[in-house]
Each structure stands twice: as C-alpha cells, then as structure tokens.
C-alpha cells in the first residue's frame, strides 16, 4: 500500500502491456462458446457433465448490469500484474509473481454471528447459489492510482439475506485466510498482524454496489486478484475491497479493520472516496488511471455518490472520509 509515485507508475507501464479491448471482448466471446461446446462434448462422450455449481463457463455468461461503467476498461495484463495483496509480497508485481501455487479451492466460507440461519459452505456451491452478474467498476486506491476492471460476482446483500440477520447486527466483518503454508508473509509474520480484516456497516453490506466478486475478465479471479471470492466497495479506498475471504460475521459492534487499526489517522474506517479530504500525508484530489498518462480528478465517492451519498447524511464530509 504504499506511495507509490504517478511518475514511476506511468514509467513502469509500457503501451506493448495494454491488451486491446476488441482482443479481450474476443477472448470473452470464445471463452464462452467453448465452455458450451465442452458442456457439448462432455454430453456426447458420456463424461459426466460438470455440476452447475462448478460451470466456469458461467463466469463468461455474466448478466450486464445497469451498475457498470462504459469507460474504457483497464488492460488485464495490468489488472493482473500491478497488484496489492500483502500476503504475497509488497511490491506490485509480487502477487503475481508468488500466487502461482496459491490453492483457492477446497475453500470453504462462513457466514456467522448475528445471523438466524449460519452458513458454511464450498465456495462452488455458494458462488452456485446466486446468479452471476458483469460490474464493471473504477477501483480507486488511496496510492493515488485506479482501474476500471470487469469483475463478475453477486450482491453481498443476497448472501447476508440468505444468512437471516437478526435484529442486533449492524455490522459485517471480513477476514482473509490464515495460512502460514498458502501466504509467504504469514510465515516470515512481516508487514501487518495477520491474518487481513475489513468490515462494514450493515447498511452498506446490503447495497445495490457491493459484490462479493468471484470472476473479473468473463473468467475465475486470478490468485492475486483475491481468488477464491473477494469484495468489492467501488464507492470507497481499494483497501476496503477484502481479498480472498473466509469469514463474514455479523456483529452488534463495530468490528477491527486492518489498517484503521494499523495506522487511524491515516487509514480512517469508513474510507470513503473523498477528494477534499487527505488521510494519508499526501493529497487524494487526483489520481492516476493505470495506462494513461495524465492526471484525473477524484470524484466523492469515487462518482458513486447517486447510489451511497444517502448512507453518509450524519458524517462531516469536510472532515470525515
Ligand atoms: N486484501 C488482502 N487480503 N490483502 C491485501 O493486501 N490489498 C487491498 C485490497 N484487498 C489487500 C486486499 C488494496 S490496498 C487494494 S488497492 C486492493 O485490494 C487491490 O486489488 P487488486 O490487486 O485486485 O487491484
């Protein structure tokens, strides 16, 4: 998470990187007829066919949704390649570099605490449960720097409900897997205390904006993305976007997050976007969209403030973020 300068960051990303739209839109398209001809071919062999649950070919066949954004979208060699996922390294291309053994399935999630009907189940079987859909978002990380990124999931909300909350929760906290085996920075205990934890309130758990995303690009998330299913909170710091999650509780109080807990001036526990308003000792007026070379304004909210601005009418926007 750390400052990394707009300058070295456009130095680093060279145009040869940059996947054409129409290469990747293509890339979709085929992806998803050969996941119907396998199905075709699985039937015609007598292999037995892939479980509804387990049918990758699903990920390409992501309903659009009125939520996404029609800006040009980031290339995936760099969505996939400039990451932040501590438990793999510091350096943005160390995710991607120590990921590859990364084992995101078995994986099972729970769903817990002030809930009427407690969850735990495969991670298969709960991304099965729900229709997929396409939510194409900016990511905006408090380095200065965003993505626009086609990531493909289901509303958070729809898995609370199945859980029943009770009437004291009012919260919703994350966590991350522990695993000295499967996380280099687990074993060495360097950078943060382990194992990652975000949370929420329950009111923005249950919006229409926040994902729980298990696909990006028509296909599975990558390791370094945050496979096996991650969060996605577009209208606030990058950091609150949860990767890899094995937990989700339900609490009365508020819950711990890494890095408010870590440093609270700088990392506040709300993070929303917010231009006016400089957390961490350098400014978030603008940012820099990866694969441009030029500086944007911030948008409160990250331009989501249509969908979120309602949740935040008692908080000083000047002061809080
Ligand atoms: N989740 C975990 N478990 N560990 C992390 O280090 N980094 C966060 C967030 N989720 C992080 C995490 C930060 S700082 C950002 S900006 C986003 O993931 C980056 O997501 P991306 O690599 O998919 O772009």
Redesign the pocket.
């Given at each position: 998470?750390k400052r990394t300068l707009a300058s070295r960051l456009n130095a680093e990303i060279v145009p040869s990187e940059i996947t054409d739209r129409d290469v990747y839109l293509n890339r979709r398209q085929f992806l998803a007829s050969a996941g119907g001809a396998a199905a075709g071919a699985a039937l015609l062999l007598g292999a037995p066919a892939l479980s509804w649950s387990q049918d990758r070919s699903r990920f390409a066949n992501a309903a659009p949704s009125p939520y996404s954004t029609g800006e040009e979208q980031t290339a995936f060699e760099q969505?996939t390649t400039y990451?932040?996922?501590?438990?793999f390294g510091k350096q943005k291309w160390e995710?991607a570099q120590n990921s590859g053994d990364f084992e995101p399935r078995p994986w099972t999630v729970t769903v817990s605490g002030e809930v009427g009907a407690p969850l735990t189940l495969d991670v298969d079987d709960l991304i099965g449960r729900f229709s997929l859909e396409e939510r194409i978002y900016r990511?905006r990380?408090?380095e200065g720097w965003s993505?626009v990124i086609p990531w493909v999931g289901f509303p958070l909300s729809e898995m609370i409900k199945a859980a029943e909350p009770t009437s004291k929760a009012k919260f919703v906290h994350f966590v991350?897997l522990y695993s000295k085996e499967q996380f280099p920075a687990h074993r060495s205990n360097a950078y943060l205390p382990w194992p990652?934890e975000e949370a929420l309130r329950l009111d923005e758990a249950m919006n229409e904006l926040t994902v729980m995303a298990a696909g990006m690009y028509g296909q599975e998330l990558t390791n370094?993305?945050?496979a096996p299913l991650?969060l996605l909170v577009p209208w606030k710091y990058?950091?609150k976007?949860?990767?890899?999650i094995v937990s989700i509780e339900l609490t009365e109080d508020q819950p711990k997050a890494t890095w408010n807990a870590a440093n609270p001036r700088w990392y506040g526990w709300y993070s929303n976007v917010n231009p006016r308003v400089n957390p961490v000792p350098y400014s978030q007026a603008t940012e820099t969209r990866i694969g441009e070379n030029r500086r944007r304004r911030t948008e409160l909210f990250n331009g989501y403030g249509e969908y979120v601005a309602h949740l935040y009418e008692d908080l000083d926007l000047r002061r809080n973020y």
């Open positions: 998470m969505a990451n932040n996922f501590w438990e995710p990511l990380c408090v993505m991350t990652y370094q993305n945050g991650r990058g950091f976007s949860i990767k890899s």
